[in-house]
């Protein structure tokens, strides 16, 4: 054989087979048989003499001939089987040659591609099946045997002559094959690529993908391949949807100062395909056409592959404070819960987040129960009492006013705090502690004071006179 076997069928070779006489009188062939598989596959020379024109020309042209040597041109896997040769010298015919073969490899068929499920969701399973029906040679789904013999390089295989007939061996025929060992190698079956780059570490014709994510939203394709070179591929187009779902929910409660001018609440919700967000306070919705007090913002947010977050809508709901009554917010009766809810989409059920709104003020309509309280020196005045209005609900303290700023400079703040809670409760007390008590309520957005007197009184005390008899005796001089 003109080329090593096996063969690459991308390569379009021509291949010359011989058959190569090594025994028998006279050594030239006259004609020869060619065998592929065990069935005649051509006979040399082809003349018969019965074809029409000069008969001393298809003469010549049969005797240029060389019947021992048989051309395979644009080598195709058809030719790929055993081979052999039987040749007639002018004593007669002899054995046919033993089968040698000729391995031609060629690429697997043209892929499909499929993918499950069809409906591919974020974070969920996806599998990819890459199906190849023609496997090529070597087979590009089964694993590879590479077939190592010991060669015995003058040695060949030569049929005994008989009777002047001829002994010969095809150029297929090479060494002798000793016992032939198998080593097993597993083949890169199929090549994968994802948005038109390689994956190198998938190989195999199914790819599972768990979790499915952003970047695979992409063009897949993927060939089979083996020694014999590459398929054609198959290509496909997966879409990953995502159901909605909150990148940025709200808080579970809101508070906003009733005076303020910049009021607003947010939510951002992820979904592909987009969806839509509606705002709803105590579950009716809002709409801003009908009530002129709200607006509505709704801002596009492109895909971030970086983050595997999916396109998103964000939703901000405002407050038009010119709108509304006093140009401010009524604690009374402006209290309300506020739901922000999408739409549902192709790959999810519609998603909400609550929360619940309140009107927030300063402390105030502050007052002290009782505002004087009078108490003998030594003895325990009763419990005061401070409330006052405000939201959030304030937190109170109580100091005893100084009575110059000097004074107050001797003391730190810590040291002044007589209670952290509405009540005041003192123990025994001198003379020296009546004065003013300081009640101050305060929460995030202010505080506001009043005042209770102590008047600490003498303590009563039993009072006993006695009079003496005094004689007065008076001298004359």
Not at 145 to 163: H, I, R
Not at 313 to 318: A, M, P, Q, R, V
Request: proline share 6%; net charge neutral.
């Amino acid at each position: 054989m003109s080329s090593p076997s096996p063969i690459l069928e991308t390569n379009h070779e021509n291949v010359t087979l011989t058959c190569a006489v090594e025994a028998g009188n006279p050594m030239e062939l006259e004609e020869v048989v060619w065998y592929l598989d065990g069935q005649v596959l051509k006979q040399l020379p082809e003349c018969n003499g019965t074809s029409g024109g000069n008969s001393e020309e298809s003469s010549n042209l049969c005797n240029e001939v060389d019947p021992s040597m048989l051309l395979l041109q644009d080598t195709t896997k058809s030719f790929h089987g055993n081979y052999s040769c039987q040749g007639k010298n002018s004593a007669g015919w002899g054995p046919e040659s033993r089968k040698e073969e000729l391995v031609v490899y060629y690429p697997p068929g043209r892929a499909t591609l499929t993918y499950s499920p069809w409906r591919v969701i974020k974070g969920k399973p996806l599998v990819l099946e890459c199906n190849v029906q023609e496997k090529g040679r070597p087979s590009a789904i089964n694993d590879r045997f590479t077939l190592v013999t010991g060669l015995s390089q003058n040695k060949f295989n030569v049929a005994e002559p008989c009777c002047g007939r001829p002994g010969y061996r095809t150029a297929l025929g090479g060494p002798d094959w000793r016992q032939p060992r198998f080593h097993r190698k597993q083949v890169k079956r199929y090549r994968w690529h994802r948005g038109g780059r390689p994956i190198a570490d998938v190989v195999s014709a199914r790819w599972t993908i768990n979790p499915a994510g952003l970047d695979h939203r992409a063009n897949f394709s993927c060939r089979g391949f083996n020694d014999g070179g590459e398929g054609e591929p198959a290509g496909v187009r997966v879409d990953v949807l995502a159901p909605p779902s909150f990148k940025y929910a709200m808080n579970q409660y809101t508070g906003a100062l009733y005076k303020s001018n910049n009021i607003s609440l947010s939510c951002t919700v992820e979904c592909a395909p987009m969806c839509s967000i509606r705002w709803l306070k105590d579950d009716e919705e809002i709409r801003p056409d009908a009530d002129p007090r709200y607006s509505i913002v709704d801002r596009l947010i492109d895909p971030q592959v970086n983050k595997n977050d999916f396109e998103a809508i964000e939703s901000t709901l405002k407050w038009n404070m010119e709108a509304w009554e006093g140009q401010r917010l009524d604690p009374a009766r402006d209290n309300a819960q506020y739901k922000c809810r999408s739409s549902a989409n192709d790959a999810g059920n519609s998603v909400e987040s609550k929360t619940s709104f309140a009107v927030e003020f300063e402390p105030e309509d502050i007052a002290v129960t009782p505002a004087v309280v009078t108490v003998e020196e030594n003895h325990t005045p009763g419990r005061v009492n401070c409330s006052a209005r405000g939201f959030p609900v304030p937190y109170y303290s109580w100091r005893r006013e100084q009575p110059s700023k000097d004074s107050a400079k001797q003391h730190n703040r810590s040291s002044l705090v007589l209670s952290s809670t509405s009540t005041l409760q003192l123990g025994a007390m001198r003379r020296k502690d009546s004065g003013r008590y300081l009640c101050e309520a305060r929460n995030k957005h202010g505080a506001v004071q009043t005042a209770v007197y102590f008047n600490v009184t003498c303590e009563r005390t039993g009072i006993s006179v006695h009079v003496a008899r005094v004689r007065v005796v008076k001298r004359f001089m």
